[in-house]
Protein backbone atom coordinates (compact mmCIF):
# COMPACT_ATOMS: atom_id res chain seq x y z
CA UNK A 1 0.00 0.00 0.00
CA UNK A 2 1.35 3.49 -0.82
CA UNK A 3 0.52 7.18 0.20
CA UNK A 4 -0.24 8.96 -2.95
CA UNK A 5 0.79 12.37 -1.27
CA UNK A 6 4.39 11.67 -0.08
CA UNK A 7 5.21 8.10 -2.14
CA UNK A 8 5.94 6.19 1.29
CA UNK A 9 5.38 2.47 1.49
CA UNK A 10 2.89 0.84 3.72
CA UNK A 11 2.54 -3.33 4.94
CA UNK A 12 -0.34 -4.37 3.69
CA UNK A 13 -3.65 -3.43 6.65
CA UNK A 14 -2.95 -0.13 6.87
CA UNK A 15 -5.60 2.09 5.25
CA UNK A 16 -4.55 5.78 5.87
CA UNK A 17 -0.91 7.51 5.55
CA UNK A 18 -0.07 8.41 9.35
CA UNK A 19 1.83 11.46 8.30
CA UNK A 20 -0.64 12.67 5.47
CA UNK A 21 -4.12 11.95 6.50
CA UNK A 22 -4.82 10.29 3.11
CA UNK A 23 -6.22 6.96 1.92
CA UNK A 24 -3.44 4.73 0.64
CA UNK A 25 -3.70 3.31 -2.71
CA UNK A 26 -2.46 0.04 -4.38
CA UNK A 27 -0.25 1.33 -7.22
CA UNK A 28 0.99 4.48 -6.97
CA UNK A 29 0.27 6.53 -10.26
CA UNK A 30 3.96 7.51 -12.77
CA UNK A 31 5.54 10.58 -11.53
CA UNK A 32 4.22 13.35 -13.38
CA UNK A 33 7.07 14.40 -15.98
CA UNK A 34 5.73 18.52 -15.84
CA UNK A 35 5.38 17.86 -11.65
CA UNK A 36 7.11 20.75 -10.07
CA UNK A 37 10.79 19.56 -9.34
CA UNK A 38 13.21 21.34 -7.60
CA UNK A 39 17.41 20.53 -7.27
CA UNK A 40 18.44 18.79 -3.88
CA UNK A 41 22.10 17.80 -4.63
CA UNK A 42 24.15 18.54 -7.28
CA UNK A 43 27.93 16.61 -7.66
CA UNK A 44 30.80 16.52 -10.33
CA UNK A 45 31.71 13.81 -8.78
CA UNK A 46 30.51 10.77 -10.86
CA UNK A 47 31.24 7.97 -8.38
CA UNK A 48 29.19 9.84 -5.74
CA UNK A 49 25.98 9.89 -7.99
CA UNK A 50 25.06 5.67 -7.58
CA UNK A 51 25.13 6.71 -3.74
CA UNK A 52 22.62 9.56 -3.74
CA UNK A 53 20.39 7.39 -6.11
CA UNK A 54 20.73 4.66 -3.77
CA UNK A 55 19.91 6.86 -0.50
CA UNK A 56 16.65 8.27 -2.18
CA UNK A 57 15.35 4.89 -3.13
CA UNK A 58 15.95 3.57 0.11
CA UNK A 59 13.79 6.20 1.03
CA UNK A 60 11.30 6.25 -2.05
CA UNK A 61 11.98 9.31 -3.06
CA UNK A 62 10.95 9.73 -7.02
CA UNK A 63 13.81 12.19 -8.53
CA UNK A 64 15.47 12.82 -11.88
CA UNK A 65 19.13 13.71 -12.40
CA UNK A 66 20.71 16.03 -14.96
CA UNK A 67 23.18 16.33 -16.47
CA UNK A 68 24.95 12.62 -15.07
CA UNK A 69 25.46 11.50 -18.92
CA UNK A 70 28.64 14.26 -19.25
CA UNK A 71 29.79 13.56 -16.09
CA UNK A 72 30.24 9.89 -17.45
CA UNK A 73 32.18 10.86 -20.27
CA UNK A 74 34.44 13.92 -19.38
CA UNK A 75 37.58 13.58 -17.17
CA UNK A 76 35.76 15.26 -13.82
CA UNK A 77 35.10 14.73 -10.34
CA UNK A 78 37.43 13.56 -7.70
CA UNK A 79 40.41 13.46 -10.30
CA UNK A 80 39.06 16.00 -12.61
CA UNK A 81 40.61 19.04 -13.34
CA UNK A 82 38.99 21.80 -10.87
CA UNK A 83 35.48 21.01 -11.63
CA UNK A 84 33.73 21.71 -8.30
CA UNK A 85 30.30 21.25 -6.73
CA UNK A 86 29.74 25.01 -6.68
CA UNK A 87 27.54 25.14 -9.45
CA UNK A 88 30.07 26.71 -11.65
CA UNK A 89 31.42 24.25 -14.20
CA UNK A 90 30.15 20.61 -15.68
CA UNK A 91 28.09 18.62 -12.67
CA UNK A 92 24.66 16.49 -12.31
CA UNK A 93 21.68 18.03 -10.45
CA UNK A 94 19.09 15.71 -8.90
CA UNK A 95 16.16 16.75 -8.84
CA UNK A 96 12.84 15.79 -6.51
CA UNK A 97 9.52 16.59 -6.07
CA UNK A 98 9.19 19.74 -4.07
CA UNK A 99 7.06 18.43 -1.40
CA UNK A 100 9.70 15.79 -0.67
CA UNK A 101 12.55 18.50 -1.60
CA UNK A 102 13.05 19.05 2.52
CA UNK A 103 13.25 15.26 3.29
CA UNK A 104 15.63 14.76 0.18
CA UNK A 105 17.38 16.95 1.44
CA UNK A 106 18.18 16.19 5.24
CA UNK A 107 18.96 12.49 3.77
CA UNK A 108 21.68 13.83 1.38
CA UNK A 109 23.08 16.61 3.50
CA UNK A 110 25.95 14.17 5.20
CA UNK A 111 26.97 13.75 1.36
CA UNK A 112 27.13 17.37 0.85
CA UNK A 113 29.14 17.48 4.01
CA UNK A 114 31.44 14.67 2.76
CA UNK A 115 30.21 12.31 5.12
CA UNK A 116 28.58 8.76 5.33
CA UNK A 117 24.65 9.60 4.52
CA UNK A 118 22.23 8.42 7.74
CA UNK A 119 20.16 4.94 7.02
CA UNK A 120 16.60 5.25 6.97
CA UNK A 121 14.07 3.57 8.71
CA UNK A 122 12.81 0.08 8.45
CA UNK A 123 9.58 1.76 6.87
CA UNK A 124 11.29 3.97 4.11
CA UNK A 125 11.08 6.81 6.02
CA UNK A 126 13.81 9.32 7.01
CA UNK A 127 15.26 8.77 10.17
CA UNK A 128 13.71 11.36 12.95
CA UNK A 129 15.97 14.09 14.62
CA UNK A 130 16.53 13.41 18.40
Given at each position: ??CPDCR??????????????????????PVDPD?????????????????????????????????????????????????????????????????????????????????????????GRAPA??
Amino acid sequence: MYCPDCRAEYREGIETCPDCEVRLVVELPPVDPDADLVPVFETADVSLLPVVESVLDSARIPYLVQGEEALSVLPVGRWGAGISQSGRGLAATIRVEKGRAEEAEELLRPLAEGESPSEPEEDGRAPADG
